[in-house]
């Protein structure tokens, strides 16, 4: 229970930028609490739930060890600390954002930021390029909400379960 | 009766959007963007942005302290951690209640077309909200090439994400964009 504490709180410390990265580096290099694969396994579960994937990943791998005390530790470990420390630091630069040199940083930093998220997309998107549905779905989401400007509740509710039912389970290799 | 207090409809808000994330908390940035800034004008486009960015020079859990800080400009401290726990308690509730049931039936057919069917869905959501804040906070070509910049060094090489923070802060401080 401490260790699940421990190595979350590490995780989100570290985790500048890709916190999935850390988790992994900790979880599985460092601690060999899982191998590779079943890592990758929880990830690509979290990453079709709603909320922040890092911490369902969390949350996940607490439940694995130790059930639900343990998905509380490793939660607690990733968040108490690290979100009082991120608060107060963040509110520290929030309240002198109007200096100009913070706030050249701070345009520069969302700019790079943005693209990362983009990337991330993109990089998502390639196992699926062979699929003309599922390019299209993600061109339709990525409609809605970007360039209509759709609420996010009506584009959900819209496509998702369209999407899932032109989906063939048996076509072309699953990943 | 009376319509909810800022405060009430922000966190209500995120907790809404926070259930539907599919695919994780950028695919919400439109939409709450939309709301406080845009619907509300709680928050000006550059205070949005600038709390987008803060949250990616410190370390923690990036997006929960993005809407905390939302939350605490809209209602100080006690609506910064409202915002934060809805972002969260939900969305962790159901991965706990979800992960027994989905290892169950991981070979099951449903699941897979499941699977096939939201992971597109989510790919244009999470792209969508990269674009959005890239344009978000008056931003000019300078900025936007700096994006286009990110993505192709994210695509192309394995340099590590934090470099490329650092780089878009070093220009942004020089007074480039």
């Not at chain 1, 995780?11 to 990758?40: N, Q, T």
């Not at chain 2, 599919?22 to 928050?43: I, K, N, S, Y």
């Not at chain 2, 923070?165 to 964009?177: D, K, M, N």
Request: glycine letters at 12%.
């Amino acid at each position: 229970m401490g260790a699940l504490f421990g190595a979350f709180l590490k995780v989100s410390m570290y985790g500048f930028g890709g916190p999935i990265v850390w988790a992994r580096r900790i979880i599985v290099e460092e601690r060999g609490w899982l191998g590779d694969a079943e890592f990758a396994d929880i990830l690509s579960f979290c990453q079709f739930l709603p909320g922040p994937n890092v911490v369902s990943v969390t949350v996940c791998i607490g439940a694995r060890f130790r059930g639900p005390a343990g998905a509380l530790a490793a939660l607690a470990g990733f968040i108490l600390i690290p979100w009082t420390v991120g608060f107060a630091l963040g509110g520290l630069l929030l309240s002198y954002a109007q200096a100009a040199v913070l706030q050249g940083i701070l345009r520069g930093i969302a700019a790079a930021a943005a693209g990362l998220i983009i990337a991330t997309g993109i990089r998502l998107l390639m196992p699926h390029r062979q699929r003309p549905v599922a390019l299209a779905f993600a061109a339709l989401a990525f409609a809605g909400l970007a360039v209509l400007r759709l609420p996010l509740l009506v584009v959900v509710l819209g496509l998702v379960p369209l999407s899932i039912a032109l989906a063939r389970p048996q076509q072309a290799p699953a990943r | 009766m009376n319509p909810p207090s800022p405060a009430a409809a922000l966190v209500g808000h995120i907790a809404l959007l926070a259930i539907i994330s599919f695919g994780g908390v950028p695919g919400v940035l439109p939409d709450l963007r939309d709301f406080v800034v845009g619907a509300h004008g709680w928050l000006t486009d550059r205070e949005f942005a600038n709390c987008f960015a803060v949250v990616q020079a410190i370390p923690g859990p990036n997006m929960i302290l993005m809407m905390s800080f939302i939350g605490w400009k809209v209602g100080g401290l006690p609506i910064a951690i409202a915002s934060a726990l809805v972002t969260f308690v939900p969305p962790c509730a159901l991965s706990y209640a979800a992960f027994g049931f989905w290892d169950r039936f991981r070979d099951a057919a449903w699941q897979q077309r499941v699977r096939r069917g939201l992971a597109p869905v989510t790919i244009g959501l999470v792209i969508a909200g990269g674009c959005v804040m890239a344009r978000t906070g008056e931003s000019g070509w300078a900025s936007l090439a700096v994006t286009a910049a990110a993505v192709a060094l994210m695509l192309a090489t394995r340099i590590n994400p934090l470099w490329l923070v650092a780089a878009g802060g070093a220009l942004g401080g020089l007074g480039v964009l």
